[in-house]
Structures are given as C-alpha cells and as structure tokens.
C-alpha cells in the first residue's frame, strides 16, 4: 500500500511539473468576437492541475487512514493536504513564470481546493461506494502494512 501511495504522490507531482515547464502559457487565451465584443476563454493550466488533486484527495485519505480515524482528524488532514497542494502549485507557477512565490495567492487557493475536496467526497465518491471501497482497502487499526 505504501508503494501505490508514493507512486501516487509521485505521479502527481511529475504531472504538475511537467505543466508548470510545459510550452503551454500560464494564461493562454482564445479571443473571438461576437456581436462587436470581444470574448476570451483562458484556462490556467496549474489551475486544472490543483482541482484535479483536490477532486481525488478524498480518495487519499481513505487510503492512509484507519477505519477507526474520528471524521474530525480526516478533515484536518484533507485540509492540511488542500493546503499543501495549494502550496506547491503556486510554486510550480511561480518557478515556470520566473516570478515571485506569492504565499497569498496560495493561501486563498487552499479554501476553494478543501471545499472541492470535501463536494467530490459527499457529491460523488461516497454515494458511489468508492469511500466505503477505499476505507477497506486502507489500513485497518492495529495492522501495519
């Protein structure tokens, strides 16, 4: 379990990397005009990247808890991780763009990533049977794996 988690973690990690150095600008736009206003679609690709990891760290939790772990530890770790996710996305940004780290930005990105994580925890992965799939697959109390 240990080694599904870490290639996990590291697999994440290579994706962010490799969108944070990609070709792709941080804000790259399409403009069209309609009707004499001009319309643009811009889609920031970290920005995918970070709702992406908070939708799957409910998943993540499960595993490395027991089934035993009081609801009130899980959310501080969903948090902690939201946050730490958060964290390192700005990161990414700031070390593709060359700018400076803003931990402001990263810190008001971690409330929208905890409140994705917590909606794809009740919205879907726990009417779905996957929360209930993941916690017995997870660690069991007094057990090591």
């Given amino acids: 379990m240990k080694q599904i988690l870490a290639r996990l973690t590291a697999g994440i990690l290579i994706a962010l990397a490799a969108v944070a150095v990609g070709a792709v600008p941080a804000h790259a736009a399409s403009t069209a005009v309609v009707a004499g206003v001009t319309v643009a679609f811009s889609l920031d ?18 595993i490395v ?3 035993e772990t009081k609801p009130g530890r899980k959310a501080w ?4 991780l939201s946050l730490v ?6 990161l990414a940004r700031a070390i593709g763009a060359g700018e400076t780290y803003d931990v402001g930005i990263a810190l008001l990105a971690a409330l929208p ?15 779905t049977g996957v929360a209930e799939f993941v916690k ?10």
């Fill in 45 to 62: 690709p970290l920005a995918v990247v970070q709702l992406l990891i908070a939708f799957v760290l409910p998943v993540l939790v499960g």
């Fill in 65 to 67: 808890t027991t089934s």
């Fill in 77 to 80: 770790l969903l948090a902690g």
């Fill in 85 to 90: 996710g958060s964290l390192l996305v700005e």
């Fill in 113 to 127: 990533a905890f409140v994705v994580s917590v909606s794809s925890h009740y919205g879907l992965w726990k009417p």
């Fill in 136 to 145: 017995s697959i997870g660690r069991t109390a007094g057990k090591e794996i």
